[in-house]
């Protein structure tokens, strides 16, 4: 690959996949969201019984890296194929989503305590 | 915003909206992936009860295009933000992935039948 | 088995299973809810890609129809253990739940139209 | 209710309401179970952020408890008619994976260090 990695190039890429592969019927958005959703289990599913403090050293062991690495780029495939047929942006949707949040949920002041997560939730 | 949109812009933007917020001790990798497939869930949710030819047209209605935008952007974050603590680069991930399953999954001659999806799993 | 099925018995032999084992220490609330999720998100793998039509047809194939009974099984597992960590009595929560529905959703008259399902949300 | 809990009995009153408000063309296999997956999801998101301590406690807040309580409701009434339109019995099958797993994965012996849990997966 000598062209840089984007996004758009790799969702041109999945588009293509699956078009040589006669599966945009199989590609509702209902069913790609069901498989990212699925995918997103696989990920947990490494996790589901490690403590917190061993889930921070899972790239260690190489096979675990390696599984972590395959569930993401499962994750992100399935996303930019779901984002795809709908006609929806991801970078914008996100940075529309960061603005928001940065205007909703103002950083604390250095005299207040750490808060419990919430955004990105709208 | 006059930068060009990117991921890695984007998760620079989203350690430091965690970190303003001092929120880092709550964003461990089994939290972080938990939160993924929770926001992968409301994508679901969204579809659960339509028909296939029904979820090809939600970007029609405007409340439920812009929940649908809305999720893509939280799953993308979470996303985002779990590649960040475990040091993983999702779009290397990916291109490896694809690598992977075009010589795994050679595109089948026009003579073959479709088949049902199977990829991107590994 | 000589004894009648009930949940109460099958969700003590659980618990005399993973105490047999020592798994008490990983079987804290929060890694049973994400094993829970993580077995309901197998299930939506074996219909991901079917349509309507044939997800209602998946008990035709022995071994499609197998693969369903076991997930479902690992499903009611997680949550039957989960509820008993927290003393929470899943049959009378369903119970409360029903009644409740039947006052907020009153049935429709024959001359309206079916809706869309939304409970049992609350 | 002056007659006993029993899941049958409850799995019947979630066919009549079900029933009684036309919604059956929605009750698919594959809708049922996206819509079992998305609230096992809703039971995950209430322990997103807390410490393996913290998801000890959660039926301290009555708040808190209540949501539990609901979100296993939810989770049974999707599971119980998932297996009603399939012909699917819950409590057989859960009997069954136990048989099978007590086989498999004898107790250790007391010399033996716990392991991390496996099962109920086949």
Redesign the interface.
């Not at 993401?72 to 930019?80: E, G, I, N, Q």
């Not at 047929?85 to 929806?88: I, N, S, T």
């Given at each position: 690959?000598t062209e840089p990695?984007?996004?758009a190039r790799?969702q041109r890429?999945?588009a293509a996949?699956?078009a040589?592969?006669?599966?945009q019927?199989?590609?509702?958005?209902?069913?790609l969201?069901?498989?990212?959703?699925?995918e997103?289990?696989?990920?947990?599913?490494?996790?589901?019984?490690?403590?917190?403090e061993e889930?921070?050293r899972?790239?260690d062991d190489p096979d675990t890296a390696h599984r972590?690495?395959?569930e993401?780029?499962?994750?992100?495939?399935?996303?930019?194929q779901?984002?795809d047929?709908?006609?929806?942006d991801?970078?914008?949707?996100?940075?529309?989503?960061?603005?928001r949040?940065?205007r909703r949920?103002p950083?604390?002041g250095a005299q207040n305590a750490?808060?419990?997560?919430h955004?990105?939730?709208?």
């Open positions: 690959m990695l984007d996004l790799l890429r999945l996949f699956a040589a592969r006669h599966w019927p199989y590609h509702t958005p209902k069913n969201v069901a498989a990212l959703s699925v997103a289990s696989e990920l947990v599913e490494i996790f589901q019984w490690l403590t917190p889930s921070a899972v790239m972590v690495t395959d993401v780029a499962d994750v992100l495939a399935y996303l930019l779901f984002c047929v709908l006609g929806v991801p970078l914008a949707a996100l940075a529309a989503k960061i603005d949040n940065e949920f950083a604390p750490p808060e419990r997560p955004p990105p939730e709208d």
